[in-house]
């Protein structure tokens, strides 16, 4: 790992990486800094089967960042160094450096001192609000089309239904290697009934964009609670994991948020009654996002709510086809670990359905609130 760090143009003496346990997709290690006061590192290991287009995600990613960076100093803000990502390039200049194995890497200041959460208090969860609707907002201006989608079709519903479809058209046919994913999809007869019946419902964001009647923007497309990092007196101060940072519809950054700061219960669950919507972070963070993210149309508002079932339904689907893939995509901790992700998100759109008006009625109220 040192040979790697010595890639990168690190302006001061650094101590041995320490590994990060965080995400499901890339490998992280902390680099400290040697002596007190200077800074200290993120490297990251870019799962690049993930990520096949890594020279397009680092290049949006840096677009990004300047981007914001540019506001903060145009906004005479202080501490930049903690409100926006900074990436250190290669010694010969580049975003990331590719070992002779294949494997990509990159370098980001660490932000410090800062902590993640995965539960917020509705206080801080309206502060969240907030910070994802100026992060939305300062990005607003950035063409759409500057940035490349770094995986294709990644919150495209159509698309994550075929997707589905194909995995189980795959374990199917009549293959002893399918054995185990046939096995898993017979048992899960439940589930499937359950994705299949809000089908059309979950493909409308799709059609209105066929239809022109709505506009992708640039959208963070992980906005999961422990994406932001809170400073000593609990406020967020920096939104991390720019890996997915490409156009989108805006609802689904704010249904993605919901996902897991709004549900009484963990994203993998395994006990189903410990998940409820919590309406209080609901309307905090509806709250604090209203009034900073004020680009939106009176469409978009609307579709909150349904943003928030959208994503749970997209993460049902996604968790479900990895399963019967096999257990391909996501990190997992015990076999069933995707099986159980899936009942989690599953059961939280069943609750999220059943307080639909309710969430609806709270957008109306707070929006009225800022006319
Ligand atoms: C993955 O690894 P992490 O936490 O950044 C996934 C998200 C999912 C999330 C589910 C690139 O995010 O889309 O919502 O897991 N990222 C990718 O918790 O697939
Ligand atoms: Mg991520």
Known sequence: ????????????????????????????????AKRIGEKSYCLQRINHRVFRNVEGLMQNIQKVTDHIRAKLVAAGERDIERKVLRLIPTKDGKLY????????????VLVEPATSQEKVTPAAAELTGEAFGRFQCQLADLPFDD??????????????????DEAIANV?????QCTKGRERLEACGDIIAAIDKRRDEMC???????????????NHCDTK???????????????????????????SDFGDFMRTA???????????????????????????????????????????PYGCRLLSYMQTVRFFTDYIN???????????????????????????????????RIVKKLSQDRK
């Open 1 to 32: 790992m040192r040979e790697i760090l010595q890639q990168f143009a690190i302006p001061n003496e650094v101590a041995e990486p320490q590994p990060l346990r965080i995400g499901f997709i890339n490998d992280s290690f902390v680099v400290p």
């Open 97 to 108: 450096h590719k070992t002779p194995e294949g494997n990509y890497w990159r370098l980001y």
């Open 147 to 164: 940035l490349c989608e770094s995986i294709p079709n990644f919150h495209n519903m159509e698309f994550r239904l075929q997707e589905l």
């Open 172 to 176: 199917q046919r009549d293959d002893v």
């Open 204 to 218: 409308l964001a799709e059609r209105l964009f066929r239809e022109g009647r709505l506009h992708k923007h640039i």
């Open 225 to 251: 609670v422990n994406n932001v990092l809170f400073d000593e007196s609990g406020r967020p101060i920096c939104i991390v994991d720019l890996d997915t940072v490409m156009p989108g519809f805006v609802f």
């Open 262 to 304: 709004a549900n009484t219960g963990a994203e993998d669950d395994p006990n189903l009654d410990n998940i409820h919507v919590d309406l209080d972070i609901f309307e905090a963070y509806t709250r604090g996002y209203l009034k900073e993210a004020t680009f939106l149309t009176d469409l978009e508002k609307e579709l909150l």
């Open 326 to 360: 096999g257990d391909t995509y996501y990190k997992i901790a015990y076999p069933e670990h995707n099986l159980v992700r899936t009942r989690a998100q599953l059961r939280l759109l069943e609750e999220q359905e059943k307080v639909a008006g309710e969430m609806l």
